[in-house]
Nanobody, 130 residues
Framework: QVQLVESGGGNVQAGGSLRLSCAAS???????IGWFRQAPGKEREGLAC????????LYADSVKGRFTISRDNAKNTVYLQMNNLKREDTAVYYC????????????????????????WGQGTQVTVSS
């Protein structure tokens, strides 16, 4: 059974940093793991994804250069380092996992689309104040 548990959210001032963690269980290496967020009144948005096929990281333009996704397979944990946070980054942040057969490659948009992911954590709140 796949389980994902996020942690590391909190309150931070604009310009600050946070590192989110996603502890995964029940996964093999054939899972892509992504980070998403949802702000009040907005649709869930894909931010970054660690692609299992080649270990590459993919990013949405909105966070490229500020957020970094990393994956520690030995610890079954995926991290999202968020720097230079802005008020508009305030949201509930989720990690999600999707089985991708080894050697399969999809477009960046695929890996950042919430509807492609089957397994979700409960979310962690990030609030950025000015």
């Amino acid at each position: 059974q796949v389980q994902l548990v996020e942690s590391g959210g909190g309150n931070v001032q604009a310009g600050g940093s946070l590192r989110l963690s996603c502890a995964a269980s029940g996964l093999t290496l054939d899972y892509a793991i992504g980070w998403f967020r949802q702000a009040p009144g907005k649709e869930r948005e894909g931010l970054a994804c660690s692609r299992n096929s080649d270990g590459s990281a993919l990013y949405a333009d909105s966070v490229k250069g500020r957020f970094t996704i990393s994956r520690d397979n030995a610890k079954n944990t995926v991290y999202l380092q968020m720097n230079n946070l802005k008020r508009e980054d305030t949201a509930v942040y989720y990690c999600a996992a999707e089985y991708i057969p080894s050697g399969t490659y999809y477009s960046t948009n695929y890996y950042l689309a919430p509807n492609q992911f089957d397994y979700w954590g409960q979310g962690t709140q990030v609030t950025v104040s000015s």
